[in-house]
């Protein structure tokens, strides 16, 4: 992965660099300290970016997230590329939950989503951040919930003497605004079945059968989800 600049996010940016003074930890209990090299267990997705320096955009599986990576003045003389000293979960992301695991020295410190920079790894026995040996981000995407549909039956009714066995094409329309049609094919007395509707208003219709009949219909049916609508 590599470091490029970017412009155009509209988001507030968390930002680390702000009335911080020489020798002073720049974030105070925020994180979880671990030892050693935690990883996303737990999580659906992560990106894992290696020797990082400079800003990395994430936009993959729900998540839109830029991060950056540079040298915060922890104390006089601080190592290089020493924090994630910015980072942006833009708005337009479908997240429930993440968090940035922040890696150097012998140990990391795991930071929740919206914790305020600068992210950091533990510190060394001279007082020190360590450079940063990777940078994990971890998440889980929201996802949309399974919609919940209708269904609608269309029974066939024929009266009229000798009238002949023919086909007919009963049609719904919807839900409206939409004017996606579909149809199907029965004869007198059969049902049309449509399934898998999404919750509306639905026009019925039936394709002119010719000069021999007159047609009269329901005209427009609700379809509720888990439920089936009935009209002859």
């Known amino acids: 992965m590599k470091a490029f600049s970017t412009h155009r996010w509209v988001a507030a940016v968390f930002t680390g660099l702000l009335a911080i003074g020489l020798g002073t930890i720049g974030q105070v209990d925020a994180g979880q300290v671990v030892d050693g090299n935690p990883t ?11 020797d990082p320096s400079g800003t990395y955009v994430i936009d993959e599986h729900g998540l839109y997230l830029t991060l950056t990576v540079g040298t915060y003045p922890d104390v006089v003389d601080p190592n290089p ?3 994630v000293v910015s980072y942006t979960v833009h708005p337009s992301s479908d997240v429930t939950s993440g968090q940035i695991i922040v890696k150097g020295g012998d140990g990391a410190i795991i930071y929740q989503f919206g914790e305020p920079p600068p992210l950091h790894s533990p510190v060394l026995d001279n007082g020190k951040w360590p450079s940063i040996s990777h940078v994990q981000v971890c998440w889980d995407e929201s996802g949309e919930p399974e919609p919940e549909y209708g269904r609608i039956e269309l029974t066939k009714a024929v009266t009229g003497d000798d009238a002949p066995a023919t086909e007919f094409e009963l049609c ?13 094919t029965v004869t007198a007395g059969g049902t049309a079945t449509f399934d898998e509707l999404e919750p509306g208003t639905y026009a019925v219709t039936e394709t002119d059968p010719g000069t021999n009949w007159t047609v009269t219909s329901e005209g427009d049916l609700p379809v509720t989800a888990d439920r089936t609508t009935s009209a002859t």
Request: with cysteine.
């Open 172 to 184: 719904i329309t919807g839900p409206e605004p939409a004017t996606t049609t579909q149809c199907q």
């Open 81 to 83: 590329d020493n924090a």
């Open 40 to 50: 996303c267990e737990g999580f659906t997705f992560s990106d894992k970016i290696e």
